[in-house]
């Protein structure tokens, strides 16, 4: 019992340290979940992957209209960022508020996007696209609505 309480500190303690917020204003929305924040005026921007939800890839059914809906929620605006680790593409993964708003959550919420999940773990955003289904917004209005993940293993990257 010792032990898991040693090991639970250390990871506490070791996550609280590497935690990060950070305001800035963001200057760019790549697609639905990608977008950069200048945080000092003096240094180029943070590319930043939103956490917790997964976007339709650009080139994928309902991409645009993700990229669209986060460009007008939050383009040249003052946002809050808080973040923990980088993604495999060298981008900050976060959590970005807008107005005291989780912009993950509006994206999901508002049928933009998939909350993320890893296994059997539980979605961070599983409520809000629960209920984006069950009103059939955005990318739910369609049939087959595809997740990015899915997408991605049977056509690749938009990017290539």
């Known amino acids: 019992m010792k032990i898991v309480l040693i090991s639970l500190l250390l990871c506490f303690t070791h996550t609280a340290a590497i935690s990060k917020t950070l305001q800035g204003v963001v200057t760019h929305v790549s697609d639905g979940d990608t977008l950069w924040i200048k945080v000092d005026p003096a240094a180029k921007p943070i590319k930043v992957r939103l956490q917790g939800m997964d976007a339709p890839e650009i080139c994928q059914a309902w991409g645009t209209q993700a990229r669209d809906a986060l460009r007008a ?3 040249k605006q003052s946002v809050s960022l808080s973040t923990r680790a980088k993604d495999d593409y ?4 976060g959590r970005v508020q807008f107005k005291a708003e989780d912009v993950g959550a509006w994206l999901v919420k508002n049928g933009h996007a998939w909350s993320d999940h890893h296994r059997r773990h539980l979605r961070p955003y599983a409520n809000e696209e629960a209920a984006a289904r069950k009103a059939r917004l955005g990318l ?3 049939a087959g609505a595809q997740e990015p993940r899915q997408f991605r293993k049977l056509h690749g990257s938009c990017h290539k």
């Open 73 to 75: 929620k939050i383009l």
């Open 90 to 93: 060298k981008r900050v993964l």
């Open 140 to 142: 739910w209005a369609q």
